[in-house]
């Protein structure tokens, strides 16, 4: 066995055989790394020096941010506003809630890009809802732990910022985002249509308005006096005090609408900024992180300034994981290609088939396998330079921005699918159920996430199409 | 009540809360040297995070100053895009030893859990896993210093602020030392692995799921002995 083959074999084989042992993924990456250098005779102060250098990154700066963001926004406990809106919007309907589910992790997607934040936050209040109204609590759990991995699609999201970084540095943040929107809001409306679709199956119970009267119906068909069907005017929200389009139910909406766009303003100030050109995105997140600072602390006053100290103490737990994650995956990618191991995966690959739709099939497969069984940022980290290479040679010739959409839209499914999913577990854990159970609950709509992935997969307009537009 | 004593002050209060002062209950024998051991790691890791959240703030400052020059009075500072590069790689390698302190980073545990809880099995790998991070620990140290102190003897600056180029190596070897520390003190136990400082007790899900599990199976075989 040559010396570059002991080294490949010691950094992918030590690197699995640690992460079983339960030994952490930045520090089993490390490791791992460590040994095969030494093996391959490469000085391990360059270790160091690429450690530092992948955390040495201006773009990377939005990474904090955006986490930062996400923080602030659960601290001034946004999610009670958004799922008001989406009341507002869908909740009258037969399964109402079901459809507010669908459609406030959309809302939510544009204010944080984290799906565990998401279900966390809104399936804490959701999901009792549900139950109560008599939907199955299985069927709630899973549907809230499907629908927010829009979240993670939904710009602003950190995972797009840890895919460009992945990937070398050569992708537009900018473009990443915007290519991410109409996948993510795809999802939402494919799952949307699932639950419309089943609404007998499932007996969903009929619309409820949570603490509010009936806003949009102004107009009541009824029998009047004279025994004859005709709209009149709805007593109850129509004119008070002489203004024929205020009413006090109607001011109630306007409040909920205005409490809701404010939060949601910093997906305009990020889509915008960066769209328009006006900022770099590590600009516009550190605008739309004051924004929120503002808004939360000045304009709601949803929560004290005196705290503010705990949020910043909240948001390490998260970076504290990403940032390792990145330094030490740099060194890792270096010593990978240093052993020009992305080089002959594309070769093996490219010659075992060399149609597209089979190969990019087969790499989907591989995804959907690992991402049963591990999380998000470090696959991102870690397949990135590995199957970059592979997607962009000429015989699949797919745009980095496109297997970028590809990648985070299938690893997304693996933030639901157990054994090892973050989403699942928070949202079973919060709606207070087992992962069997929900599993079984959830095989209909896992079926609806692949069928969404296959179109994403192989209609690249999907994907390209909004960045090629904006910029 | 001895009423004599006198009043605590706030400071005295803030220190006995955050556990930076030795318990007096502790200081003698041969504890007191656990004892300051952990008191003075208290201190470090209070340093610690006052350095992160200055820094994370500082960097949000920094960039919103670039753009409110740029924007508002048509004008720029040249050190505006490295100060924060050099305070987000400080940042990161702090939140490293952070994670590390407060057994933050994630690891797949799917494996350990099919081993019974308090199991000889899993008291390896906790301390198989402890001492991979030692390591890491040990290398950022060394390998971190050598390379920041042959940068140090070596002519060169960063291109804007005119800083000598070895600070921007200088967070692998601080983190390297603080990992260390930690991990030296939790594996000899004289710190508790459920003393954590930036946050509450991680809840672990996979654990709560299963609690519920068993749950559910209990009132299962309660409602009709149904157990398939």
Known sequence: MTTASLATLVLLGGFVILLLLKVPVTFSLLISTLCSALINGVNLTVMVRMMIDGVSNFALLAIPFFILMGEIMSEGEVSDKIIDLANLIVGRYKGGLAYVNCIDSMFFGGISGSAVADVSSLGSVVIPLMVKQGYNREFSVGLTVVTACQGVLIPPSHNMVIYALAAGGGISIGRMFMAGAIPGVFLGLAILIYCILLRHHYQFPGGIRIGMGDPVRWLKFSKTGNGKWSFHRNPETWMIMGNPFFTVEMGKCIQIIVNAILPMMTIVIIMGGVGLGIFTATESAAIACFYTFVLTYFIFRTAKLRDFGHVLKNSLRTLAVVLSLIAAAKAFAYMMTDLRIPAKITMWLVSVTDNRIILLLIINLLLLALGAFMDMAPLIMIMTPILLPVVTSPAIGMDPIHFGIMLIFNLAVGLCTPPVGSALFVGCAVGKTTIEATTKKMIGMFAVMVACLMIITYIPSFSLWLPSVVF | ?228
């Not at chain 2, 007191?32 to 890791?45: C, K």
């Not at chain 2, 995070?49 to 720029?76: E, N």
């Not at chain 2, 994670?99 to 809880?117: A, T």
Request: hydrophobic share 50%.
């Open chain 2, 1 to 228: 009540m001895n009423k004599i004593a006198a009043p605590k002050g706030r400071f005295r209060i803030w220190l006995e809360e955050n556990r930076l002062v030795p318990d007096p209950g502790k200081m003698h024998g041969s504890s007191a040297i656990a004892e300051i051991l952990r008191v003075a790691n208290h201190w470090a890791h209070k340093l610690l995070l006052y350095i992160a959240q200055v820094a994370l703030a500082l960097m949000v400052v920094l960039v919103i100053m670039t753009v409110t020059l740029r924007y508002v009075f048509r004008t720029g500072i040249g050190w505006a895009e490295e100060v924060p590069v050099l305070l987000v790689t400080l940042f990161a390698f702090l939140a490293t030893a952070i994670g590390v302190r407060d057994h933050m980073h994630i690891s797949m545990n799917f494996i350990y859990n099919i081993f019974p809880s308090k199991g000889k099995i899993r008291k390896g790998l906790d301390f198989f896993a402890d001492l991979c991070v030692l390591v890491c620990g040990l290398f950022l140290l060394l390998y971190g210093w050598r390379y920041a102190a042959r940068l140090a003897v070596l002519p060169g600056a960063l291109p804007m602020t005119g800083w000598p180029t070895f600070i921007r190596y200088l967070p692998a070897p601080m983190a390297g030392f603080v990992i260390v520390f930690d991990q030296l003190l939790f594996m000899t136990g004289v710190l508790d692995p459920d003393d954590l400082l930036y946050s509450e007790k991680e809840v672990d899900w996979s654990e709560v799921v299963k609690e519920q599990k068993k749950e559910a199976l209990s009132e299962h075989s309660t409602e009709g002995g149904d157990l398939s």
